[in-house]
């Protein structure tokens, strides 16, 4: 980097954060028109960040339905490369600060990482199941809405000062104040109708919170900032505390240990640390300390000793799915895009479930709920595998 020309990031950085943001962005409106005069677009935005002009723009808020409601801000698919221009750089350091145990976010970890190392702990921790076990889920009530983002740049700046070592950081500094602090409500666009926001808890909603706190969802440095937020959290748990089996997803805490007491011990000194150094609070109705053989609900599953089963809510909505696919057969042939979009939904359902424990429920639900009409048109896998469609097409 040459600080004395004002460069901060280079033209090939910003070309490769276009191409990771394009991966899953490719025919999105926003998209399209950037890319109808790429090169320009590319080095104009290299050419803002550099003289630090960039401000981010507004972005488009919106309710989803699936896996559970929840409020969803996309930002311009300008601003989501500028996101991974960040990110891209920031990263590196983030990984050499993060514990190995937080799944969120990170390149080669995620949700089967996560409920991966569950079944490790409860199996080390028990002794393969022999010995009495218990654990600790925790979640923190509100989480996104109800990080500080002044907090958050005050984090930033202590630990880019700390291991940052390159002559721009007060220009990354720059563009991180300016995504953290800005304030998501100015100039949004609400995208669903307003009656979807009512059943909504407040702490679910930007619009609900006070002036200064909450991360979008939906943005790329959201995830990845929230993930740092709680880093000196995780380090607490496990320096402080001393714990040997914990993990954490986003706000799903899981501590595994042999003592039902000291688990319990931890709750108090867990809810003071998190209310002191992060502004935050468990939520009170999800505490949950029992034995290990009793089962412990984690990211979507429920994790048994050397099981896991897909959750009630997975296996509600790929019920749901079969249902909103059968009313299309109901009164005519589907087109093509309505047969490929029956192919991606199960296929994706399957994919999912074929990470658990679920073989029988998988088939027997696809076998009993399914209408006639798509069993005519697709096989149906007898395994792990996907829906294919049928060589001979519908008899």
């Known amino acids: 980097m040459n600080e004395s020309r004002g460069v901060t990031f280079s033209l090939e950085e910003v070309f490769e954060a276009y191409h990771c943001c394009r991966r899953h962005k490719r025919n999105k409106a926003s998209a399209l028109a950037f890319e109808v005069d790429l090169e320009s677009n ?129 220009a990354i500094l720059a563009l991180c104040r300016s995504l953290v602090l800005n304030d998501p409500l100015v100039g949004c666009e609400r995208r669903s109708q307003m009656e979807l926001w009512d059943d909504l808890p407040r702490d679910k909603s930007l619009f609900g919170v006070a002036p200064g706190l909450g991360l979008p969802i ?39 240990h042999e003592s039902q007491d000291f688990l319990a011990s931890l709750v108090p000194r867990i809810h003071e640390w998190l209310a002191r150094e992060r502004l935050l609070d468990l939520h009170p109705r999800k505490i949950r300390l029992q034995r290990h053989e009793r089962g412990v609900p984690f990211l979507g599953s429920f994790i048994l000793p050397g099981h896991v089963y897909p959750g009630t809510r997975l296996q509600a909505n790929f019920a749901s799915a079969i249902e909103l696919h059968n009313a299309v057969v109901q009164q005519k042939p589907p087109s093509r895009a309505e047969s490929d979009a029956f192919r991606s939904s199960m296929n994706s359902y399957l994919g999912i479930l074929g990470h658990s424990n679920s073989w029988r429920f998988r088939t027997g639900l696809l076998r009993s709920r399914l209408s006639p009409w798509w069993k005519r048109r697709f096989v149906l896998p007898t395994g792990a595998g996907k829906v294919l469609e049928h060589p001979r097409g519908i008899s």
Not at 220 to 234: K, M, W
Not at 238 to 253: A, I, N, Q, T
């Open 218 to 256: 939906g943005n790329l440095t959201s995830q990845v900032f929230a993930n740092f937020y709680l880093d000196g959290f995780d380090h607490f748990c496990k320096h402080e505390l001393g714990l040997r089996y914990y993990g954490r997803y986003v706000d799903d805490l899981v501590i595994v």
């Open 42 to 170: 590319l080095i104009a935005l290299w050419q803002e960040l550099n003289s630090e002009a960039w401000k981010p723009g507004p972005a488009a808020v919106f309710i989803v339905e699936k896996p559970v409601k929840r409020e969803i801000f996309a930002a311009g698919f300008r601003d989501r490369v500028v996101h991974h221009v960040l990110i891209n750089r920031l990263n590196p350091y983030f990984e050499k600060t993060f514990i190995y145990d937080s799944y969120s976010c990170r390149v080669g970890k995620g949700t089967h990482f996560g409920i991966g190392r569950v079944l490790d702990f409860i199996r080390q921790c028990s002794a393969n199941h022999r010995r009495e076990t218990w654990v600790l889920k925790l979640d923190i009530k509100g989480f996104f809405m109800h990080i500080s983002r002044p907090l958050l740049m005050d984090l930033l700046e202590g630990f880019l000062g700390r291991v940052y070592p390159h002559p721009d950081r007060k």
